[in-house]
Protein backbone atom coordinates (compact mmCIF):
# COMPACT_ATOMS: atom_id res chain seq x y z
CA UNK A 1 0.00 0.00 0.00
CA UNK A 2 1.30 3.08 -1.22
CA UNK A 3 2.01 6.53 1.55
CA UNK A 4 -0.89 8.31 0.02
CA UNK A 5 -3.08 5.65 0.61
CA UNK A 6 -2.62 4.97 3.97
CA UNK A 7 -2.67 8.42 5.21
CA UNK A 8 -6.46 8.71 3.48
CA UNK A 9 -7.41 5.70 5.38
CA UNK A 10 -5.92 7.10 8.39
CA UNK A 11 -7.50 10.58 8.01
CA UNK A 12 -11.07 8.81 6.96
CA UNK A 13 -10.39 6.90 10.53
CA UNK A 14 -9.54 9.63 12.63
CA UNK A 15 -12.77 11.61 11.37
CA UNK A 16 -14.90 8.66 12.49
CA UNK A 17 -13.30 8.39 15.74
CA UNK A 18 -13.93 11.97 16.37
CA UNK A 19 -17.24 11.77 15.24
CA UNK A 20 -18.29 8.99 17.36
CA UNK A 21 -16.59 10.78 20.05
CA UNK A 22 -18.62 14.03 19.88
CA UNK A 23 -21.84 11.99 19.27
CA UNK A 24 -21.10 10.64 22.43
CA UNK A 25 -20.31 13.44 24.72
CA UNK A 26 -23.81 14.95 22.94
CA UNK A 27 -25.93 11.89 24.29
CA UNK A 28 -24.08 12.51 27.72
CA UNK A 29 -24.90 15.94 28.00
CA UNK A 30 -28.93 15.00 26.78
CA UNK A 31 -28.38 12.87 30.02
CA UNK A 32 -26.95 14.55 32.21
CA UNK A 33 -29.61 17.50 31.55
CA UNK A 34 -32.41 15.02 31.75
CA UNK A 35 -31.42 13.81 35.09
CA UNK A 36 -31.10 17.42 36.70
CA UNK A 37 -34.45 18.11 35.89
CA UNK A 38 -35.75 14.95 37.20
CA UNK A 39 -33.66 16.07 40.20
CA UNK A 40 -35.36 19.85 40.53
CA UNK A 41 -38.41 18.37 40.03
CA UNK A 42 -38.04 15.48 42.68
CA UNK A 43 -36.65 17.94 45.11
CA UNK A 44 -39.02 19.17 47.87
CA UNK A 45 -41.29 21.82 46.57
CA UNK A 46 -40.92 25.54 48.46
CA UNK A 47 -44.26 27.22 47.44
CA UNK A 48 -47.52 25.66 47.38
CA UNK A 49 -49.33 25.11 43.88
CA UNK A 50 -52.90 24.33 43.03
CA UNK A 51 -54.84 23.48 39.83
CA UNK A 52 -57.72 25.50 39.16
CA UNK A 53 -60.46 24.23 36.63
CA UNK A 54 -63.73 25.08 35.24
CA UNK A 55 -62.23 28.63 35.23
CA UNK A 56 -65.05 30.95 33.49
CA UNK A 57 -64.44 32.42 30.15
CA UNK A 58 -62.72 36.33 30.32
CA UNK A 59 -61.33 35.10 33.83
CA UNK A 60 -57.53 35.83 33.05
CA UNK A 61 -53.91 35.54 34.91
CA UNK A 62 -54.58 39.64 36.39
CA UNK A 63 -58.25 38.20 37.84
CA UNK A 64 -56.73 35.01 39.31
CA UNK A 65 -54.27 36.52 40.83
CA UNK A 66 -56.41 39.48 42.24
CA UNK A 67 -58.68 36.92 43.79
CA UNK A 68 -56.60 34.46 45.24
CA UNK A 69 -54.48 37.24 47.15
CA UNK A 70 -57.13 36.92 49.78
CA UNK A 71 -54.96 33.51 51.21
CA UNK A 72 -52.33 34.79 50.91
CA UNK A 73 -48.96 36.62 48.49
CA UNK A 74 -49.63 34.94 45.34
CA UNK A 75 -46.15 34.90 43.18
CA UNK A 76 -47.27 33.35 40.33
CA UNK A 77 -50.65 32.62 37.77
CA UNK A 78 -50.61 30.60 35.00
CA UNK A 79 -53.57 30.14 32.64
CA UNK A 80 -53.10 27.58 29.34
CA UNK A 81 -54.13 28.91 26.62
CA UNK A 82 -55.25 28.09 23.03
CA UNK A 83 -52.58 28.11 20.46
CA UNK A 84 -54.54 29.64 17.69
CA UNK A 85 -56.68 31.91 19.66
CA UNK A 86 -54.68 33.13 22.56
CA UNK A 87 -58.43 31.94 24.74
CA UNK A 88 -58.02 30.53 27.84
CA UNK A 89 -58.53 27.27 27.96
CA UNK A 90 -60.30 26.88 31.16
CA UNK A 91 -57.49 26.04 33.57
CA UNK A 92 -54.87 26.98 35.08
CA UNK A 93 -52.54 26.83 38.34
CA UNK A 94 -51.31 29.26 41.18
CA UNK A 95 -48.32 28.93 42.69
CA UNK A 96 -48.55 30.63 46.64
CA UNK A 97 -45.18 31.78 48.49
CA UNK A 98 -46.17 30.00 51.53
CA UNK A 99 -46.62 26.72 50.98
CA UNK A 100 -49.47 25.92 54.03
CA UNK A 101 -51.42 28.20 52.06
CA UNK A 102 -52.58 26.20 48.78
CA UNK A 103 -54.32 23.00 50.95
CA UNK A 104 -56.58 25.95 52.60
CA UNK A 105 -57.35 27.76 49.23
CA UNK A 106 -57.96 24.59 47.48
CA UNK A 107 -60.36 23.50 50.16
CA UNK A 108 -61.97 26.68 50.53
CA UNK A 109 -62.35 27.23 46.34
CA UNK A 110 -63.30 23.87 45.79
CA UNK A 111 -66.73 23.79 44.11
CA UNK A 112 -67.76 27.46 44.72
CA UNK A 113 -69.55 28.53 41.73
CA UNK A 114 -68.20 31.45 39.81
CA UNK A 115 -69.98 32.95 36.68
CA UNK A 116 -72.42 30.03 36.65
CA UNK A 117 -69.24 27.39 36.31
CA UNK A 118 -68.33 25.60 39.38
CA UNK A 119 -64.78 25.92 39.86
CA UNK A 120 -62.75 22.75 40.29
CA UNK A 121 -59.74 22.75 42.84
CA UNK A 122 -56.89 20.85 43.64
CA UNK A 123 -53.39 20.90 45.71
CA UNK A 124 -50.42 20.21 42.93
CA UNK A 125 -48.54 16.88 44.41
CA UNK A 126 -45.09 16.65 44.82
CA UNK A 127 -44.68 14.58 42.05
CA UNK A 128 -46.19 16.13 39.72
CA UNK A 129 -44.03 18.66 37.66
CA UNK A 130 -43.75 22.33 38.38
CA UNK A 131 -46.48 23.82 35.64
CA UNK A 132 -44.21 26.93 35.95
CA UNK A 133 -41.24 25.12 34.22
CA UNK A 134 -42.33 23.71 31.44
CA UNK A 135 -40.06 23.95 28.16
CA UNK A 136 -42.37 26.40 26.00
CA UNK A 137 -44.07 27.54 29.77
CA UNK A 138 -42.97 31.32 28.82
CA UNK A 139 -44.27 31.61 25.73
CA UNK A 140 -45.88 34.58 24.78
CA UNK A 141 -49.24 33.80 22.34
CA UNK A 142 -50.99 36.28 20.20
CA UNK A 143 -54.56 36.38 19.03
CA UNK A 144 -55.13 36.43 15.56
CA UNK A 145 -58.41 36.86 14.25
CA UNK A 146 -58.21 35.17 10.82
CA UNK A 147 -61.78 36.30 9.56
CA UNK A 148 -61.15 39.41 9.94
CA UNK A 149 -58.32 39.23 8.04
CA UNK A 150 -60.48 37.22 5.66
CA UNK A 151 -62.77 39.84 5.35
CA UNK A 152 -59.81 42.90 4.73
CA UNK A 153 -58.34 40.50 1.94
CA UNK A 154 -61.70 40.38 0.11
CA UNK A 155 -62.51 43.60 0.32
CA UNK A 156 -59.52 45.37 -0.62
CA UNK A 157 -58.86 46.59 -4.10
CA UNK A 158 -58.37 44.42 -6.80
CA UNK A 159 -55.61 45.29 -9.81
CA UNK A 160 -57.32 45.31 -13.46
CA UNK A 161 -55.45 41.92 -14.02
CA UNK A 162 -57.45 40.10 -10.98
CA UNK A 163 -60.55 41.69 -11.89
CA UNK A 164 -60.01 40.51 -15.57
CA UNK A 165 -59.10 37.13 -14.31
CA UNK A 166 -61.92 36.69 -11.62
CA UNK A 167 -64.19 37.72 -14.92
CA UNK A 168 -62.97 34.73 -17.01
CA UNK A 169 -63.31 32.23 -13.86
CA UNK A 170 -66.54 33.17 -13.52
CA UNK A 171 -67.73 33.33 -17.88
CA UNK A 172 -65.68 29.60 -17.84
CA UNK A 173 -67.81 28.07 -14.88
CA UNK A 174 -71.05 29.71 -16.22
CA UNK A 175 -70.45 27.83 -19.88
CA UNK A 176 -69.50 24.69 -18.02
CA UNK A 177 -73.22 24.51 -16.17
CA UNK A 178 -74.82 25.53 -19.23
CA UNK A 179 -72.65 22.50 -21.37
CA UNK A 180 -74.08 20.33 -18.56
CA UNK A 181 -77.54 21.39 -18.61
CA UNK A 182 -77.33 20.56 -22.74
CA UNK A 183 -76.30 17.09 -22.55
CA UNK A 184 -78.29 16.28 -19.48
CA UNK A 185 -81.30 17.01 -21.80
CA UNK A 186 -82.77 20.37 -19.92
CA UNK A 187 -83.59 22.97 -22.18
CA UNK A 188 -83.00 25.83 -19.83
CA UNK A 189 -81.86 29.50 -20.44
CA UNK A 190 -80.94 32.00 -17.60
CA UNK A 191 -79.69 35.78 -17.62
CA UNK A 192 -75.98 34.96 -16.53
CA UNK A 193 -73.19 37.24 -16.14
CA UNK A 194 -72.71 37.57 -20.16
CA UNK A 195 -75.50 39.82 -20.26
CA UNK A 196 -74.63 41.28 -17.19
CA UNK A 197 -70.87 41.88 -18.94
CA UNK A 198 -73.25 43.28 -22.02
CA UNK A 199 -75.41 45.72 -20.18
Given amino acids: MSTKKSQKVIGKTQ ?12 KDQKVKTKVNRLEQQTQERQNGIIYVGHLPYGFVEEGLKEYFTQFGDVIGTKLFRSKK ?3 GQGYGFIKFADKEVAPIAAQAMNGYLMNGKKLVVNVLSEEHPDPFKYKHGNQKL ?8 AVEESNKEKSNEQIVKQVSRLLANEE ?7 ELGINYTYPGFKEQLKA
Avoid at 142 to 149: G, L, M, P, V
Avoid at 176 to 182: H, I, N, P, S
Fill in 176 to 182: EKRQKLK
Fill in 85 to 87: TNR
Fill in 142 to 149: FFINWSEK
Fill in 15 to 26: KIVEKQSQESSN
